[in-house]
């Protein structure tokens, strides 16, 4: 079975991050860092999380990349499919691509009008519950 520590580094090395980089703004030194990546050493969840934050800042998508690991999802057949739309994209003809981008937006609008919405939902809601005197007003949003 790996170990989060492998799955850690192999994150880490997907995504270009940098053990230096990592351990500054993780707030650890470089060497507790690999003795972490190694196996050496264990590290504690305070600074488990903060080494999660740190490599999603340097290198966004990166948290995600390493919870797909751990999950034992595979993300080579994400990183496939994504390979495959570029390679039709590619390959389209100006038609094509222009029926793609119509559906692109579509999707987009529909998300969109989606989130406004949820969001209008929640604004009603709490203005009743303000009607009411819930004292939710005070609450910042």
């Known amino acids: 079975m790996t170990q989060i ?28 860092l690999s003795d972490f990546r190694s196996g050496k050493k264990w590290i504690g969840p305070e600074v488990f999380m903060s080494l999660l934050e740190g490599m999603e800042k ?8 390493f919870c797909e690991l751990l999950a034992g999802e595979s993300s080579t057949k994400t990183t496939q499919a994504k ?7 590619e390959n389209a003809s100006d038609d094509e691509v222009e029926l793609a981008i119509l559906a692109i937006s579509r ?27 819930s004292g939710l007003s005070r609450i910042a949003v």
């Open 107 to 133: 999707r987009w609008k529909k998300s969109r009008q989606e989130s406004a919405s949820i969001s209008k939902d929640f604004t009603t809601e709490r203005d009743e519950c303000d009607a009411k005197g």
């Open 58 to 65: 340097l290198s966004p998508g990166s948290r995600q990349y």
């Open 5 to 32: 520590n492998q799955l850690f580094k192999q994150a880490m090395d997907h995504y270009g991050v940098r053990g230096k980089d990592l351990a500054a703004i993780a707030g650890i030194s470089p060497n507790h």
């Open 83 to 89: 390979h495959h739309l570029v390679g039709l994209i």
